[in-house]
């Protein structure tokens, strides 16, 4: 079996296991882990503990070497969780950047149906296969419409941390190939997929979100960088949040605030790969206003 293969069946997501499909129960209240994303949004009343994940890791994550990549303590990522999804209220400050990457992964493996949908799951793979950059960047857009709103928008964010991160590849030796090859398993896992099914469509995956990755801006919009805020690019990262519920409902709430940070920079002389440049064939085309409905209690 090649590396990728090897990998995905070593990291993929919790939510990928050769088991019969099993109806989920009643979400309980609070519950964050392994429910529809319609379900959390419809729920919380205030920025929910995803926003706060993904601010986070657009604050540090630029400048943590191996995000995503690196394991993290297993103890603390099971403690993190276990407190999200009782629906208590956490303070990232005090947690690890790579502990909080783990949660969101295991977050994203267990959304029923992924994150891109089951039924949509072999459009997805088959941009891949298209021509030219523009046809496959005009192929997402259209797929990225058919999403619901809660899945589009999450992904608008999630993409949008990711192209931050891979900005500064040079420090967290994260390119986009290493991000996608890091983060695919758990964005596009079909639930009872087989260890075959997982190992032959791995590389058409990390494909796919490397594309969305690298295409960024033009997918989603010029925008999409600063959704939570300028990523921090100097050791203090002070910089303030946007507002994260501008883009996720009609109501509006306080930012979250960013406190500052001291980070310890680790260079090595090797990465996984060295990303090419991509084509840049289009320019900025009008971007998906989706957004999450947001409830008061």
């Not at 419409?145 to 500064?168: C, D, K, W």
């Not at 032959?200 to 990390?206: E, V």
């Not at 690019?233 to 996720?248: H, I, M, R, V």
Request: hydrophobic share 35%; net charge negative.
């Amino acid at each position: 079996m090649n590396f990728m293969g090897n990998w995905v069946l070593q990291h993929g997501s919790s939510a990928c296991q050769d088991l019969p499909h099993v109806t989920p129960p009643s979400p309980k209240p609070g519950q964050l882990f392994g429910v529809s994303l319609g379900d959390v949004c419809e729920r919380d009343s205030r920025p929910p503990s995803l926003l706060d994940m993904l601010f986070f890791i657009n604050q540090k994550g630029p400048l943590t070497e191996g995000i995503f990549r690196k394991s993290a303590n297993m103890k603390s990522c099971r403690a993190l969780k276990e407190t999200l999804n009782a629906g208590d209220k956490v303070t990232l400050d005090c947690e690890s950047v790579l502990v909080v990457a783990s949660a969101l992964k295991d977050f994203l493996g267990n959304i029923p149906g992924s994150v891109f949908t089951s039924h949509l799951h072999e459009k997805w793979l088959s941009i891949t296969d298209g021509e030219n950059e523009e046809e496959k960047i005009a192929a997402t857009q259209r797929l990225l419409a058919e999403l619901p709103r809660a899945n589009a928008a999450l992904l608008r964010y999630l993409f949008g941390v990711s192209h931050n991160i891979q900005q500064h590849s040079p420090v967290n030796q994260m390119t986009a190939y290493n991000l996608a090859t890091c983060i695919a398993p758990s964005i596009l896992c079909l639930p009872n997929a087989c260890s075959a099914e997982l190992a032959s469509d791995i590389t058409r995956k990390i494909s796919l979100v490397q594309l969305l990755i690298e295409n960024c801006l033009q997918i989603f919009g010029e925008d999409v960088a600063s959704l939570l805020g300028e990523s921090s690019t100097c050791c203090d990262g002070s910089e303030k949040a946007a507002d994260p519920l501008t883009d996720f409902g009609e109501k509006q709430a306080q930012p979250l605030e960013s406190k500052p940070v001291r980070v310890i920079v680790t260079y090595k002389k090797a990465q996984l790969q060295n990303d090419s440049e991509a084509p840049r064939g289009m320019g900025p085309p009008s971007y998906l206003s989706a957004v999450l409905s947001v409830t008061e209690d």
